[in-house]
């Protein structure tokens, strides 16, 4: 969250972040309930006081109808302090609702826009493959190898679910080990996280986890949920904590399912692997210091580009619009690679993304560092190292071969043991 005491002395400038962002947030309602509660608190604080003084006075020699007096004004106190500590906690409720419907303010570089035709291209890497026979997409592929399966997954879980089948479970295997081989020699922090977080955990992250615009899944009952992104367990991982400096920065990476509603996300690029409701993601991770966090943010889309770039897949690294950012973001890189298989020629299709939250997750989960003037919050950044769903549209359709196989990336033949899928392996199992 921001710091109110920001909001107020920028109150223009919050609206119009939240303007760029297409979002609905009130930070007017939120400096008038902060007030409100402010003015509440110093009401029952005067109160308490009288309450008090009240008391002692009754321990003093009194007059029967003297202490008759103290005892009815302190009921009248004790019964008016009640009503306002109720009406307090009422307010007090209502702020922090609206406090947490501000978004983070975003970098003044940040494109302004609502869509993915608004984001701003920094670069393209590699070259765009061209082919002597129309290139299928990888459901195409993927059926026609034996290697995916999407009706029988239907059937058993619903639309949006999948099996992945001989040697794509393999090769999703070898992109997990080829990931985090790279993350290891980087000094990350490997983890396996827990697929469920506390509710209040994935909102701290900036998550909702519940209502009609959420996009993760709650386990009624239980206030719980299923991870969107081991974002949200790497960030809650140090809830409450406060670090010395010295160690900081803390660089992670976890391992974990992730579960999406994608609830209105149908449309002509949700076919197949690139948008279901599970998937399996390796996210980095990143505590800093405020001042590093610029240049931590540089650093993790460099890995991103270091793990695609070794598997020989073109790519692009956009900035990312305002209207795109969500609400934790105060900055995000998209990378971009090309998907052959995608209608009129093929097209860019998100595989990673990362963002500096500067000290917006910080804020909401209590995660600060001793710095020589008091305590400070951190700075906490994330990024995708390899959603491996997506990965596998990729090596499908730009590794395709006119015989139907499809090539393995030269970095990724150590760790599945073949070069090569195709209809010959299929025909043997």
């Not at 002597?132 to 619903?158: C, I, Q, R």
Request: glycine share 8%.
């Amino acid at each position: 969250m921001l710091d109110i005491k920001f909001i107020r002395e920028n109150l223009e400038l919050v609206k119009k972040n939240i303007a760029n962002r297409s979002m609905t947030a009130d930070a007017d309602i939120v400096v008038s309930l902060y007030d409100e509660k402010n003015s509440l608190q110093q009401e029952i604080d005067s109160l308490r006081q009288k309450r008090n003084a009240n008391a002692a006075l009754m321990k003093g020699k009194l007059s029967e109808g003297e202490r008759a007096s103290l005892i009815e004004e302190g009921k009248a106190l004790k019964e008016k302090i009640a009503e306002l500590e109720k009406l307090f906690t009422e307010k007090e409720a209502a702020y922090n609702n609206v406090m947490l419907e501000i978004p983070n303010m975003a970098h003044s570089a940040a494109p302004v826009g609502k869509e993915d035709k608004d984001n701003t291209e920094i670069k393209k890497v590699g070259a765009v493959p061209s082919f002597n026979f129309k290139p299928k997409d990888h459901v195409e592929l993927g059926e026609a190898l034996d290697l995916v399966d999407f009706e029988t997954a239907a059937k058993v879980s619903g639309p949006k679910f999948y099996y992945l089948k001989n040697e794509a479970v393999l090769l999703e295997l070898a992109l997990m080990r080829y990931t985090l081989d790279i993350l290891r020699k980087k000094d990350f922090t490997l983890m396996r996280t827990p697929d469920i977080a506390k509710e209040e955990i994935a909102a701290g992250i900036g998550f909702n986890p519940r209502g009609d615009e959420s996009n993760i899944y709650t386990i009624e009952g239980t206030g719980t949920c299923l991870i969107g992104t081991s974002e949200i367990t790497l960030g809650g991982y140090y809830a409450g904590k406060i670090f010395d400096k010295s160690n900081l920065p803390i660089k992670m990476a976890g391992i974990s399912s992730c579960f999406r509603r994608e609830a209105g996300a149908a449309g002509k690029h949700s076919r197949g692997l690139f948008r279901v409701h599970q998937f399996t993601k390796i996210e980095m991770f990143i505590y800093c210091l405020p001042e590093e966090s610029d240049s931590f943010h540089e650093y993790i889309l460099g890995v991103e580009e270091e793990i695609f770039q070794g598997l020989g897949l073109p790519y692009r690294v956009v900035d990312t619009c305002t209207g795109d950012l969500g609400a934790s973001a105060y900055r995000k890189f998209d990378i971009e690679a090309w998907m052959p298989g995608r209608e009129n020629g093929g097209d860019w299709g998100e595989v990673t993304s990362t963002s500096n939250c500067t000290d917006f997750q910080s804020r909401r989960l209590g995660i600060r560092y001793k710095a020589d003037n008091g305590n400070k919050f951190v700075h906490m950044l994330n990024g995708t190292a390899m959603a491996l769903s997506r990965a596998l549209v990729c090596i499908f359709e730009n590794f395709q071969q006119e015989d139907g196989s499809i090539l393995i990336p030269e970095k990724l033949v150590p760790y599945t043991g073949f070069d090569r899928i195709s209809s010959m392996d299929a025909a043997k199992r």
